[in-house]
């Protein structure tokens, strides 16, 4: 009967676990879950590789943030997660940490980032083109700083350091009755006694605030709360801050050791320390700065387009989440190279245009040949042969993370500086199944490297040498169903 008894609780045990392990966001804004309302489910078959399982975790009149979710397996490393905020004029994403961290990349508009960094606040400004990241557990705030413009800005989201598999969570820090300030879980009289308030001045601060995790700063829209929050001077936030919770001035100036944030010094680095005299001057801090991604002259170029990658040699953030950056554009009709990735698996997000993604299994069968139009998100695994080819109606952009901050050192398959190319031989030939000399004649037949034309530019006398029912003939050659495994 013990027996029994155990293998039962085993059995409960195991389905609890698989519970937690499949459990999303619960609440809008705070955990991730696919398929529900207001998001679509993956797709099965070749589409997989498009990332279509997405969700608004936040949406408000001020703005909103939707999630596309990462693939990842049971057995998989935590995915990266796509989010796409935006933010209208002079709005705010209100002060909050995360489990997860962020890579920010402003595609439109300008904003301000806050956030702690070593126990102090670092205030960036930051333009279109901007990276930027945001560590886990680091409190910040993003600011739509423009006055007629829209803030876009696409961001990763790595899981690894997430409380939940695969899912990220936010916890607000300010708040009211939408969304609750973690200070809200606090026993009224532990709270009371922390802040050295009354309930009364307590529970002003903590339900005011109803507008959402996204408000506007101007002073028509905005609760009473961040009204002209960006227009005070260290004075004014003191006076307003004393108002609300009277921080006394000793508390203010303790010194602590603290490496990372606390809730008081995010307070005092947001509304100023008493008798600072600086006036309107903001404090910017000595955090890491932005690295703008247009700024940078492309790693290879030509008439067919261009292409960038950032590491951890670029920008240094980078290496505390071991994620790159990449930016490709492709001229109408063009192709990046049939390539592999041997350290990363890459995420990409359409910018602008249209093109399609082919993508190719280990034994040599096609496993994606998909049209992907601006706003789209792919994903291609590690090791994966695949290629990006450009509508000829238009340039095709796109960006994107990869899961590896060092250098990627991409292999080409197809192209002048082609692995084919460097490691020519009898060798070759023999796997083929041709000549070396025939060999040679077909690898030699495309002189561009890396981004190649598309056929109607190709040079005539290229056309001419290789038809591409003898190019089909010698890769079926060579063989589909060489492959190692255990399936």
């Not at 008894?5 to 991730?32: D, H, K, Q, S």
Request: aromatic residues 10%; contains cysteine; hydrophobic residues 40%.
């Amino acid at each position: 009967m013990m027996g029994k008894r155990r293998a039962i609780l085993l059995a409960a045990a195991l389905v609890a676990a698989l519970v937690v392990a499949v459990a999303g966001y619960e609440e809008e804004g705070t955990r991730w879950e696919g398929g529900e309302e207001g998001g679509t489910g993956r797709r099965e078959g070749q589409e997989s590789f498009l990332l279509q399982d997405s969700k608004h975790v936040v949406k408000t009149d001020a703005g909103d943030m939707r999630v596309v979710r990462g693939f990842g397996g049971r057995f998989a490393k935590s995915p990266m997660h796509i989010g796409f905020i935006t933010m209208e004029p002079k709005s705010l994403f209100i002060p909050q940490y995360l489990d997860s961290s962020l890579i920010l990349f402003v595609r439109r508009g300008e904003a301000r980032v806050g956030y702690i960094y070593k126990d102090e606040l670092v205030e960036r400004d930051l333009k279109m083109g901007d990276i930027y990241r945001i560590g886990a557990g680091s409190a910040f705030y993003l600011i739509n700083t423009a006055e007629g413009q829209r803030l876009h800005v696409i961001c990763s989201i790595d899981t690894s350091e997430s409380l939940g598999w695969n899912s990220f969570q936010s916890f607000y820090i300010a708040g009211g009755t939408y969304p609750s300030s973690v200070l809200s879980g606090f026993d009224q009289l532990t709270l009371s006694t922390a802040f050295n308030v009354s309930e009364t001045e307590l529970s002003e601060m903590l339900t005011t605030q109803q507008s959402g995790p996204i408000v506007f700063l101007t002073s028509s829209h905005a609760p009473s709360s961040w009204s002209k929050f960006l227009d005070m001077d260290r004075n004014q936030k003191v006076a307003h801050m004393r108002r609300i919770v009277r921080i006394r001035r000793e508390d203010l100036e303790q010194e602590e050791d603290n490496p990372t944030w606390s809730f008081r010094n995010l307070f005092v680095s947001l509304f100023g320390r008493r008798g600072d005299k600086r006036g309107k001057t903001r404090a910017t801090g000595k955090g890491p700065d932005a690295y703008n991604i247009y700024d940078r002259k492309p790693d290879f170029k030509n008439d067919y387009g261009w292409s960038l990658a950032l590491d951890e040699g670029d920008y240094s953030p980078l290496k505390h989440d071991d994620f790159g950056v990449y930016l490709v554009n492709l001229t109408a009709g063009s192709m990046m190279a049939p390539h592999i990735n041997p350290r990363a698996t890459e995420y990409g997000i359409v910018l602008s245009g249209a093109g399609t993604i082919q993508i190719v299994y280990p034994n040599g069968s096609l496993a994606m040949n998909a049209k992907v139009t601006e706003g789209d998100v792919f994903w291609i695994p590690r090791y994966f042969p695949f290629c990006q080819i450009a509508s000829r109606t238009g340039p095709f952009e796109f960006f994107g993370f990869t899961t590896s901050a060092r250098d990627n050192r991409p292999q080409f398959l197809v192209g002048a500086n082609s692995l084919l190319q460097t490691m020519r031989g009898p060798e070759f030939a023999a796997a083929f199944g041709l000549t070396e000399e025939r060999l040679n004649e077909i690898i030699d037949a495309q002189r561009e490297t890396t981004i190649l034309p598309s056929a109607t530019v190709s040079p005539p006398d290229a056309a001419a040498k290789v038809g591409g029912s003898e190019v089909e003939k010698v890769i079926r050659d060579f063989g589909s169903d060489v492959v190692m495994g255990f399936d």
